[in-house]
Nanobody, 115 residues
Framework: QVQLVESGGGLVQPGGSLRLSCAAS????????MGWYRQAPGKQREFVAH???????NYADSVKGRFTISRDNAKNTLLLQMNSLKPEDTAVYYC?????????WGQGTQVTVSS
């Protein structure tokens, strides 16, 4: 069992930045495919970015060049640096861990981009 706890959400003006963190329990964090997803009101949950156990990263087209995902395997932590935020980035952001076809989710953290 893996527990994921997100933090770092909040209210930010358009063009601003936020950094989300995801703290994971367990001793095999480095083996997980780790990712961020988001869900806006009235919409389906969507992929934002992921980081493989080998260190590769992938991003949704909507966040490429603005968001950066990173992981610290020694600290069991996943980060998402979000720059140049737009109102359409407003959503609940969820941390996700996958291994051997099993998925785990955090409780989510709210990000609101508004002036």
């Amino acid at each position: 069992q893996v527990q994921l706890v997100e933090s770092g959400g909040g209210l930010v003006q358009p063009g601003g930045s936020l950094r989300l963190s995801c703290a994971a329990s367990g001793s095999i964090f480095s083996r997980y495919l780790m990712g961020w997803y988001r869900q806006a009101p009235g919409k389906q949950r969507e992929f934002v970015a992921h980081s493989t156990s080998g260190g590769s990263t992938n991003y949704a087209d909507s966040v490429k060049g603005r968001f950066t995902i990173s992981r610290d395997n020694a600290k069991n932590t996943l980060l998402l640096q979000m720059n140049s935020l737009k109102p359409e980035d407003t959503a609940v952001y969820y941390c996700n861990a996958q291994i051997s076809l099993v998925q785990y989710w955090g409780q989510g953290t709210q990000v609101t981009v508004s002036s």
